[in-house]
């Protein structure tokens, strides 16, 4: 499992796995539970490249983040750190 500190939103920490570049599950820590369990759900046997390519960039109020944007940051570490 691995795990990652958000910065600029709600949720405080996202957790994830992934398998064969493929994301096995995700939760976030804190946040708006229906939002968050619903990307959580719609990312879950996704590859990992196409969940950053939809997540990044999206915002939430003007914060220049998201937990979505987060989730895609958090991906994008994992990834330079393989």
């Keep these: 499992m691995e795990s990652f500190k958000t910065k600029g939103v709600c949720a405080s920490e996202i957790q994830f796995e992934v398998e064969n570049n493929m994301i096995k599950s995700v939760q976030f820590i804190n946040g708006c539970p229906g939002n968050t369990h619903g990307v959580a759900a719609l990312i879950k046997g ?19 983040t998201s937990c979505p944007d987060q989730l895609a940051k958090a991906l994008e570490q994992f990834v330079q750190e393989k």
């Excluded at 996704?46 to 003007?62: N, Q, T, Y």
């Design 46 to 64: 996704m590859e990992v490249s196409e969940a950053i390519e939809r997540l990044k960039g999206i915002d939430c109020r003007g914060r220049g």
